[in-house]
């Protein structure tokens, strides 16, 4: 097989390109080696944390910023439109595919529509918030369910109405241009070859420069009050989509969809 570095930066480009990720036969048929050998190829990927795959390890689900999957958030641009896999990811498209998109979603507080331009030199000016529920030293846990979690919220007052409603733990508070400063800066050079993953203090250092320290992001392990277990456990398993279209009428427990078993490439 090719470079895994090569197939990588396929995948993210058609993923850029076209608003979807190529199908395994695809990247086969680019590299022109057979299935078995794209699949691997695309486990091996999956493994080092630079895509997901389904729980069949056929199928690209994400590859970050990008989602194959609605999570709740649509970005559209001038030449394509995709799903965002959550706040982060989709303030982060606009400056890899260099123009203005159009990010909206639902706010999980209230359940009203959220829409806002954002541009690829400079942050938005919006009073909106988002919120991450997952400590970042846990995101890979589930990746899906960390995604998931990191929504735009009308005010802070409607993050503490959502975290009252479906008793989750508070996670971080980010104003816009702090979320678009991360956004941007942690997926530079992502369509790039030479791209490679931050060790964790490099990880540190960025979010530090940000004014986002503490243990949610990493500074000192977190609190292991709860056990080991993923910030995941113990809540109510959510359909992200759901979730953030969901009023708090909706989020009653009684009024929940049965929810989806394991989530696509979760734990690797
Ligand atoms: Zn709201």
């Known amino acids: 097989m090719h470079d895994l570095a090569d197939v990588r930066v396929f995948v993210y480009r058609r993923f850029a390109e076209r608003g979807d990720p190529p199908r395994p036969e695809e990247v086969a048929a680019e590299f022109g080696v057979g299935a078995a050998e794209a699949l691997e190829a695309l486990g ?33 641009g001038r030449r394509a439109k995709w799903w965002g896999g959550c706040a982060w990811d989709s303030f982060a498209i606009p400056a890899l595919v260099g123009e203005e998109c159009l990010v909206a979603t639902h706010c999980p507080g209230c359940g009203r529509a ?17 919120h991450f529920l997952v400590p970042i030293p846990r995101m890979w846990d589930d990746v899906m369910f960390a995604c998931g ?14 975290l009252r409603v479906t ?3 508070r996670g971080a508070l980010l104003d816009m241009r702090t979320l678009w400063l991360l956004a941007t800066r942690w997926y530079t050079g992502r369509l790039t070859k030479e791209y490679r993953r931050r060790t964790p203090d490099e990880a540190r250092a960025l979010f530090q420069e940000l004014g986002l320290a503490g243990p949610f992001w990493g500074d000192e392990a977190p609190e292991r009050d709860s056990g080991d277990r993923p910030v995941s456990q113990g ?16 989020l009653a427990p009684a009024a929940r969809p049965a929810t989806r078993g394991g989530a696509p490439g979760g734990r690797s």
């Open 114 to 130: 959220l829409a806002l331009d954002v541009c690829p030199g400079e942050p938005p000016t919006s009073d909106l918030m988002a």
């Open 167 to 169: 008793r989750s733990p």
């Open 44 to 76: 091996a990927l999956h493994d080092a944390h630079l895509l997901v795959l389904d729980e069949g390890r056929r199928r690209i689900v994400m590859a970050h910023p990008w989602s194959a999957v609605p999570l709740g958030f649509v970005v559209a």
């Open 235 to 250: 809540l109510r398993r959510t359909e992200p989509a759901l979730l953030a279209r969901s009023d708090p009428a909706v």
């Open 149 to 162: 979690h990191q929504a735009l919220f009308c005010s802070e007052e409607h993050v503490g109405r959502w």
